[in-house]
T-cell receptor
């Protein structure tokens, strides 16, 4: 029940494409769902986050879609660029806790 | 704002020695910091939760005598890998929260430990 399942493991798109990364969870107590971007040799950086009271959130080219009934959420990257090539992690936490449960990660490659 | 700094970024040590990694919140006070370990091409594994002025809380399976955590001030937490062995080689990352937005964590740049 503590797991967050992430897919796909890796993803290759052309520049301008819209990669979509999906995550699913079981614990309905989770109430905070962030996405992190990590470049090789660096720590994760918070990209965007959503709470269950909304179904979609946009920040720049990044959009989170949230489906509470299906217990799924996804990250869409609009107009993807080679600089977006990185590993993306979804995560979840519950009840005001700062303890994050991470997905397994998706390695994204955006070809020029 | 919300910058977390780690030092050193890379460290190489001999087997049997101890290594200390520092994690600092530069522009905010962090009552709680977290330490993660990450193996190549893998996800982040939470090792322990560090609370200022009290003992760290370790996750199941993490040896508290091997990984000593101290959170002596509101801006500094340290992780000491004691009697390091090659299997302790990993990427160690700390994170901290400002405490203003539940769940929101800011991560350091990570410290790569190589034990020879």
């Amino acid at each position: 029940q503590q797991q967050v399942k992430q897919s796909p493991q890796s993803l290759i798109v052309q520049k301008g494409g819209i990669p979509i990364i999906n995550c699913a969870y079981e614990n309905t107590a989770f109430d905070y769902f962030p996405w992190y971007q990590q470049f090789p040799g660096k720590g994760p950086a918070l990209l965007i986050a959503i709470r269950p009271d909304v179904s979609e959130k946009k920040e720049g080219r990044f959009t989170i879609s949230f489906n509470k009934s299906a217990k799924q959420f996804s990250l869409h990257i609009m107009d993807s660029q080679p600089g977006d090539s990185a590993t993306y992690f979804c995560a979840a936490s519950r009840g005001g806790s700062y303890k994050l449960i991470f997905g397994s990660g998706t390695r994204l490659l955006v070809r020029p | 704002g919300a910058v977390v700094s780690q030092h050193p970024s890379r460290v190489i040590c001999k087997s049997g020695t101890s290594v200390k990694i520092e994690c600092r919140s530069l522009d905010f006070q962090a009552t709680t910091m977290f330490w993660y370990r990450q193996f190549p091409k893998k996800s982040l594994m939470l090792m322990a939760t560090s609370n200022e002025g009290s003992k760290a809380t370790y996750e199941q399976g993490v040896e508290k005598d091997k990984f000593l955590i101290n959170h002596a001030s509101l801006t500094l937490s340290t992780l000491t890998v004691t009697s390091a062995h090659p299997e302790d080689s990993s990427f160690y990352i700390c994170s901290a929260t400002t405490g203003t937005r539940p769940g929101e964590l800011f991560f350091g740049e990570g410290s790569r430990l190589t034990v020879l």
